[in-house]
């Protein structure tokens, strides 16, 4: 499938934006997680339909894969249009702790509320959403300390919501990862191509590799000429760069031609596992 026309949009989603808009009315907020890398492309343009009204929280995953730089000022982006965000990374556990303290801080107001009304102590519910592979299982399961989510590094593993305590008030409900019918933005797709979130196998992994590898070496070139020793002038459009990565690597077939499957796998296994350095692939000013 060209990257270009990229429309992922199983039957299921459907099934699970159903369920989110009918269980929203239960909610006191909604947390949505997203991937520090691409935090505009990594965001279901819906969840503002579905979630109108409702206090938010964006958890910035995977920041230790991303540019700290740019993670501050995607922070700060978030907070000006009035969500509470914490800087996390699920996989090891860092800055989780702030949590239950920010969704506290957050529905501060209800909670008085609450307790006005005689309800101290109510259990406060917030539905948790995210798009496939955005690391939502792992940050549930790090945040309540035990394994009740179901994490795996690929997209679509939860298929159904999941109630998960927290503590004795606060509870999360984990829901299956929904995209949306169409990208409007092709680059959304590719974006979401570039980090995991959909599977590989409906996609030309060449031309995927070799557009990120075209934009690492413009908005990286230190990075891209440690680990791959190449730089712009190695090629005049991506696959050339792809090919100089691959001879540089020494990943070679018959008659001296570059193994590309072999180099596209690597680069992109490489990128999405944190060995490459830390990358943001996209700025809040682009987003305006």
Same mark, same amino acid.
């Given at each position: 499938?060209?990257?270009?026309?990229?429309?992922?949009?199983?039957? %299921?989603?459907?099934?699970?934006?159903?369920?989110?808009?009918?269980?929203?009315? %239960?909610?006191? /907020?909604? @947390?949505?997680?997203?991937? /520090?890398?691409?935090? =505009?492309?990594?965001?279901?343009?819906?969840?503002?339909?579905?979630?109108?009204?409702?206090?938010?929280?964006? !958890?910035?995953? $995977?920041?230790?894969?991303?540019?700290?730089?740019?993670?501050?000022?995607?922070?700060? %982006?978030?907070?000006?249009?009035?969500? /509470? !965000?914490?800087?996390?990374? *699920?996989?090891?556990?860092?800055?989780?702790?702030?949590?239950?303290? *920010?969704? $506290?801080?957050? +529905?501060?107001?209800?909670?008085?509320?609450?307790?006005?009304?005689?309800?101290?102590?109510?259990?406060?519910?917030?539905?948790?959403?995210?798009?496939?592979?955005?690391?939502?299982?792992?940050?549930?399961?790090?945040?309540?300390?035990?394994?009740?989510?179901?994490?795996?590094?690929?997209?679509?593993?939860? =298929?159904?919501?999941?109630? !998960?305590?927290?503590?004795? #008030?606060?509870? +999360?409900?984990?829901?299956?990862?929904?995209?949306?019918?169409?990208?409007?933005?092709?680059?959304?797709?590719?974006?979401?191509?570039? #980090?995991?979130?959909?599977?590989?196998?409906? &996609?030309?992994?060449?031309?995927?590799?070799?557009? +990120? +590898?075209?934009?690492?070496?413009?908005?990286?070139?230190?990075?891209?000429?440690?680990?791959?020793?190449?730089?712009?002038?190695?090629?005049?459009? @991506?696959?050339?760069?792809?090919?100089? /990565?691959?001879?540089?690597?020494?990943?070679?077939?018959?008659?001296?031609?570059?193994?590309?499957?072999?180099?596209?796998?690597?680069? &992109?296994?490489?990128?999405?596992?944190?060995?490459?350095?830390?990358?943001? &692939?996209?700025?809040?000013?682009?987003?305006?």
């Amino acid at each position: 499938m060209q990257l270009d026309s990229l429309s992922w949009f199983p039957g %299921h989603m459907t099934k699970t934006k159903r369920m989110v808009v009918a269980e929203m009315g %239960h909610m006191d /907020a909604v @947390c949505e997680i997203v991937d /520090a890398r691409i935090p =505009r492309s990594s965001r279901n343009p819906d969840v503002d339909e579905m979630a109108a009204g409702k206090p938010r929280l964006i !958890v910035l995953n $995977r920041v230790d894969q991303a540019d700290p730089a740019a993670t501050k000022r995607w922070a700060e %982006h978030f907070r000006k249009k009035g969500y /509470a !965000v914490i800087e996390v990374d *699920a996989k090891s556990g860092k800055g989780v702790q702030q949590f239950a303290p *920010a969704v $506290r801080n957050l +529905l501060k107001d209800k909670i008085r509320a609450y307790e006005e009304k005689g309800q101290v102590g109510r259990v406060l519910r917030l539905m948790v959403l995210g798009i496939p592979n955005v690391g939502k299982s792992t940050f549930i399961n790090k945040v309540s300390g035990r394994k009740t989510a179901k994490a795996e590094d690929r997209p679509g593993v939860t =298929r159904t919501k999941q109630w !998960v305590p927290i503590d004795k #008030t606060l509870e +999360l409900m984990d829901t299956p990862g929904i995209l949306w019918p169409k990208f409007e933005d092709p680059a959304v797709g590719v974006k979401l191509a570039f #980090t995991g979130a959909i599977r590989d196998d409906v &996609l030309d992994r060449e031309e995927l590799a070799a557009r +990120l +590898l075209e934009y690492l070496v413009a908005h990286y070139p230190d990075a891209v000429q440690q680990r791959f020793k190449i730089t712009a002038a190695d090629g005049e459009n @991506c696959f050339e760069l792809l090919e100089a /990565a691959g001879r540089k690597r020494g990943f070679l077939i018959s008659r001296g031609e570059v193994d590309f499957e072999r180099i596209s796998r690597i680069l &992109l296994d490489e990128f999405r596992g944190g060995k490459l350095g830390v990358f943001t &692939l996209e700025m809040p000013e682009e987003t305006e």
